[in-house]
């Protein structure tokens, strides 16, 4: 039997969104949400909702600092974007999207990455003269969230909304070009140290990997310059292309540099 990373992957997915519902059951190993929580009895805080947070409100938290800081240790380690693929709940409804219209053949578009560091900056800015986190507020990544805690149904409608675009319009349009925390997360996978590794010596250049890849951009320059690792900020880890691979030519490493 062959590991795949697809089926972890989604054992893990899954698998969030419990731990965020467990409340409901009254299982108390985790309240809160993926911008603030507590799991385990460890205080964890999104490092892109405390840094909206903080120039909203013009307030420093210390002890918030620590617990957004164990969170970017984190996913630095892991990964950058490691966020995306295996806890995000929207990037599960983006690949729903994505079954859709392949299946359908619309939404042929692919909208450029650069989009997403924008949204990055502006998530700030925004909250800065709003005065709020205004990006919290109507994230559709809070809309999940909070829709699985207090069963809040009607704010999915946005959710759906964006389903339709992705099916309708272009790829993946929320992950690849508007998602504030993908961006955030993206400087952090420019430098991560586990990575995508290349052996060139065993691709077939089947490009069965850039097929499945949600940000061929990243892959795609990696192995036409017989680079040893994927080193793109936005691989968001997802492992599709190492399950593809024919040959194995791609697989887990860190970074050696």
């Known amino acids: 039997m062959n590991f795949r990373w697809r089926t972890i992957r989604r054992v893990v997915q899954i698998g969030t969104i419990a731990v965020i519902a467990s409340p409901l059951f009254g299982i108390s190993v985790f309240h809160g949400n993926l911008a603030a929580?507590?799991?385990?009895?460890i205080n964890l805080v999104d490092p892109l909702a405390f840094l909206q947070a903080t120039v909203a409100s013009h307030v420093f938290v210390a002890s918030f600092l620590g617990s957004a800081a164990l969170v970017a240790g984190f996913y630095f380690v892991a990964g950058g974007r490691t966020f995306c693929g295996w806890v995000c709940p929207v990037y599960l409804v983006t690949e729903i999207s994505e079954k859709l219209r392949s299946r359908l053949g619309t939404g042929t578009r692919?909208?450029?990455?650069?989009?997403?560091?924008?949204?990055?900056?502006?998530?700030?800015?925004?909250?800065?003269?709003?005065?709020?986190?205004?990006?919290?507020?109507?994230?559709?990544?809070?809309?999940?969230?909070?829709?699985v805690m207090f069963q809040a149904w009607l704010p999915l409608l946005l959710v759906l909304a964006l389903l339709v675009v992705e099916v309708a319009v272009a790829r993946r349009v929320w992950c690849r070009s508007l998602c504030p925390v993908g961006g955030f997360y993206s400087l952090l996978g420019r430098y991560s140290?586990?990575?995508?590794?290349?052996?060139?010596?065993?691709?077939?250049?089947?490009?069965?990997c850039t097929q499945v890849c949600p940000v061929e951009e990243v892959l795609a320059p990696s192995l036409t310059a017989n680079s040893l690792q994927i080193t793109g900020g936005d691989c968001t880890r997802c492992g599709d292309c190492i399950?593809?691979?024919?040959?194995?030519a791609l697989a887990v490493n860190v970074w050696y540099t």
Request: charged share 15%; with cysteine; proline share 8%.
């Open 193 to 208: 140290p586990v990575r995508v590794g290349f052996s060139p010596h065993l691709c077939t250049h089947c490009d069965k």
């Open 243 to 248: 399950d593809i691979c024919p040959t194995k």
């Open 110 to 147: 692919t909208i450029s990455l650069n989009g997403i560091r924008w949204s990055f900056a502006a998530s700030v800015i925004i909250s800065l003269v709003a005065g709020i986190p205004l990006f919290e507020i109507l994230s559709p990544i809070g809309i999940t969230t909070r829709a």
């Open 37 to 41: 929580g507590e799991l385990f009895g």
